[in-house]
Each structure stands twice: as C-alpha cells, then as structure tokens.
C-alpha cells in the first residue's frame, strides 16, 4: 500500500514538471523604439546580410558545398562497386551478398590499416583513416538490408534514390519510424512515457536505416518493459484508489 502510494506520488510529480515544462509563455515582446532597440536592430540587419553575402560569395560555403557533394558522390561510387562484387560473389541472393559486403569491406579496412602502421605495429582506426568510410558503408548496406540489389541499378545514385523512397514509404503517419512500438495507456506514467517516446522517435528520423532498425528494436524492448511494470503495478494501483477513495 504504502509502496503505491509512493509510486503514484513520484508518477505525479514527474507528470507536473513535464506540464509545466512544455508551457510556453504566450507573452509577445517587442524592440523597444529606444536609441539601443534602433542600434540592435540595425546591428541584425548587419549581421544577416554579411552571413548571406558570405553564404553565397564565389568560393564560399555555398560553392564549397556544392563541390563537398559532388566529390562525396564519387567517392562512394567505390564503395558501390564493392556492393555489386558482393552481389556476383553470392549469385543474386541478397541476404548473402549482403553477409559478403560486409566481409569484403573488412578486408579492404584491414589492407588501409596494414598500409599505415607505424614502425612499432600500430594502426590508426579506421574513422580516425577514413572518417566518411562507415557511411559511405551503411548508405548502400542499408539499402540492400531494405531488398533492393545493387546489380539492379546502373549508379549508385539511383540506386539511394530507390532507398530513399522506399524508407520513405516505411514510415506511418505522423513522421514515426515503422516498427517503433506505442506506450500503453497508463494515467500520468503515460504521459511521461509518451514525452521520452516523442523525444526518442526525433532523435531515430535523424540517423540512417540501419540506425533507425537497430533503435526501433530498442525502443520496443524498453516499451515492452514498462508494459511489464505497468501490468505488474496495475494491481496495486486500483487498491490504492479503493483505498484513497
């Protein structure tokens, strides 16, 4: 009894500052139409036109960009072509020729890292050799993980626009990650769990497929959990109403 108590307090302090936290205040400032707010001012408009200019200056960040992109592009045409060995490796079975591009990477990462130990034996890491190797890696093993066979496409960019549409057909309505399991109604816990939950699926729309695969299998693990809790609690729960009541 004592113990529901405990747990219905704790559950309700937490729902009150998670409320209190989400309000916004609807108060609407103004400049003021003093000396400093008109110096203030003007000092933003500076500010954002020397950003813009600079932006989109011949050699600036815009043409870097532009350049950073097209070169990212033909580098990972290389890792593609690791793909579609793997594919003629495992005789047009995916799930194989996936295993193998996984394989085939690895001793490529082994023969970089061979290439540079030092005198004393030691090898520098791979991210720390070759920083965008792993996702030039997972950009094309996501997609074979997703069914689509490299030796069925002539680029590797229309290979990841074929990715991209179908991950983008994976995910249901609302932005959240096919697959991610829903929290069971539960009065304040609930909506705890659905903050946390929120918060969880914004961070997942940010990381690649493979990413997303391996923490939707996380988060529905922790949700299964606390169904778990609740379900174990939901006895103790209902005495305590009674008994409050």
């Not at 409320?19 to 000092?43: H, M, N, Q, Y």
């Not at 001793?107 to 996702?135: F, S």
Request: neutral net charge; glycine residues 8%.
């Amino acid at each position: 009894m004592a113990k529901s108590n405990t747990v219905r307090a704790t559950v309700s302090s937490i729902t009150a500052k998670a409320d209190a936290a989400a309000k916004v205040d609807a108060t609407v400032l103004a400049i003021p139409e003093t000396k400093d707010g008109t110096a203030a001012k003007a000092a933003a408009f500076k500010a954002i036109d020397a950003v813009y200019n600079g932006y989109y200056r011949k050699g600036g960040i815009a043409d870097l960009s532009e350049q950073i992109a097209n070169e990212t592009a033909k580098l990972s045409e290389f890792v593609y072509g690791i793909a579609v060995q793997a594919v003629k490796l495992g005789g047009n079975n995916l799930p194989l020729a996936t295993q193998y591009f996984g394989l085939l990477c690895r001793e490529a990462e082994l023969h970089l890292k061979k290439a540079h130990t030092d005198k004393d034996g030691k090898a520098p890491t791979i991210e720390a050799l070759l920083p965008p190797w792993q996702a030039y890696k997972s950009q094309v093993k996501s997609g074979m993980t997703a069914g689509l066979s490299p030796a069925e496409f002539a680029t590797q960019g229309a290979f990841r626009a074929a990715a991209k549409t179908k991950k983008d057909a994976g995910r249901e309505p609302g932005g959240a990650v096919a697959g991610a399991a829903s929290v069971p109604q539960s009065g304040g816990l609930n909506a705890v769990c659905k903050l946390q939950c929120d918060a969880l699926r914004s961070v997942c729309l940010k990381l690649s497929d493979e990413g997303q695969t391996v923490a939707a299998e996380l988060i529905a693990a922790c949700v299964a959990q606390v169904a778990a809790l609740l379900k174990t609690n939901e006895g103790e729960a209902v005495e305590t109403e009674e008994a409050v009541g």
